[in-house]
């Protein structure tokens, strides 16, 4: 059975930082191309940042680049998402995902493959 569960979420003043981790049970994150979401109330899903298998890319939406970082770490089969300088419009519920793809689009965002996996989601809530 597969479950990746992330943590690492919480309250935080703006211009601060948190680290997001999504352990992965039931599947290799080497095997998958690995990324985040975040959802925000009363907006759509966001793709915000994909690691494919091969780990040779990383890959950011518009609205995060030069202040997300992901990265993994295969020995624990975990997925990080380092976010510096958060804003008020980073807050959001923040999903870990394990997809067939994932590719730079040239206008700037992430185009996704199909979604084989969700985490469960932890609440990213940024104070102005």
């Known amino acids: 059975q597969v479950q990746m569960v992330e943590s690492g979420g919480g309250l935080v003043q703006a211009g601060g930082s948190l680290r997001l981790s999504c352990t992965a049970s039931?599947?290799?994150?080497?095997?998958?191309?690995m990324g985040w979401f975040r959802q925000a109330p009363g907006k759509e899903r966001e793709g915000v940042s994909c690691?494919?298998?091969?780990?040779?890319?990383?890959y950011y939406a518009d609205s995060v680049k030069g202040r997300f970082t992901i990265s993994r770490d295969s020995a624990k089969n975990t997925l990080y998402l380092q976010m510096n300088s958060l804003k008020p419009e980073d807050t959001a519920m923040y999903y870990c995902?394990?997809?067939?793809?994932?590719?730079?689009?040239?206008?700037?965002?992430?185009?996704?493959?199909?979604?084989?996996?969700w985490g469960q989601g932890t609440q990213v809530t940024v104070t102005s």
């Open positions: 039931g599947l290799s994150i080497d095997n998958l191309h």
């Open positions: 690691i494919p298998w091969s780990g040779a890319s990383t």
């Open positions: 995902a394990a997809s067939t793809e994932c590719a730079q689009h040239s206008r700037g965002y992430i185009y996704w493959g199909h979604i084989a996996y």
